[in-house]
């Protein structure tokens, strides 16, 4: 990834509204593929691919979510260090620039599982869009809001298609968030080169600025633990058996209760993810 420092630091906040939209996006998008109407005889194939990607999705984001806490502990340094010395803001700052490069380089890899898990859905798109029923109907509402208000069936390719759309959004959101803790970390090397911060209300205008920070990052914390709990669970989805030959009525039978997948290994760390082990900063 190009590690080129910003001239001017994105919108943290922005960038993490962004963030936790598009893992909600996904997660709905991704559930419309897994309910959408299958061919005959294809939904035992069919989830040889939903479940794996489930997967990935799940260890993705659990990885988000440790991520999010690395950016909630620099915050609370962050607001720590306004009650501080002035004179002892040299040593705050290399801690905090030291940590801000540790959550640069753990935001470098979150964008390479990005980046994957668009390559995964786009090399599985052809041979899943063949097991989907074609949609022949028109319809105001999106695909999402006919899902969850149980109206219609989702059109299964059109999904794939959202689904897609969101990921490359959770990318361009990780992006961006590399981009403005580059910012970070080179804003702290300036302090350090001019001998630190030395008044009050320079301390005063960081403490408040991370305060401000850190409750944007719980509201993402909350917002995407949300979506994981969703996406580590299967849907209900309708099978369709077709009787023996002769006979033009199929059934339709509820699949088994819905099952969520476990991602930790014994550690509580989440395992690999589109098929490459997960780099995990250290914890603090």
Known sequence: ???????????????????????ENAMIAWHNVQTAPLKANSSFLARHFFTPFRGSLHLHWMAIGVYLQQCHNFSQD??????????????????????????????????????????YL?????QLSEL?????????????TYSFLGMSSPDGVAAIASTSVALAEIRACLHT??????????TCRSFQKSSGITTADEMRKLGDTWKDYQEEILVAKVSISKSLDAV????????????????????????SSPRKMSSLDEDHVPKSCWGFAGVFGRKR
């Not at 786009?122 to 052809?126: D, G, I, R, T």
């Not at 989907?132 to 999402?144: D, E, F, N, W, Y």
């Not at 981009?179 to 080179?186: K, M, N």
């Not at 669970?233 to 059934?251: L, M």
């Open 122 to 126: 786009s090399s599985l798109a052809p």
């Open 1 to 23: 990834m190009n590690g080129k420092r910003p001239t001017h630091p994105p919108d943290f906040k922005v960038a993490l509204r962004g963030l936790s939209s598009s893992i």
């Open 232 to 255: 580590a669970t299967e849907p209900s989805t309708f099978r369709r058996q077709q009787r023996r030959r002769g006979s033009s009525k199929s059934e339709m039978s509820i699949s």
């Open 177 to 186: 968030l590399h981009q403005f803790w580059l910012a970070v970390s080179e």
């Open 78 to 119: 962050a607001v720590a260090w306004d009650d501080s010395e002035p004179e002892s803001s040299a040593s705050w700052l290399e801690d905090l620039a030291t940590y801000s490069d540790e959550i640069c380089l753990k935001n470098e890899d979150l964008v390479r599982q990005s980046d994957q898990g668009m390559e």
């Open 132 to 144: 989907l029923q074609s949609s022949t109907k028109s319809t105001a509402a999106s695909p999402a």
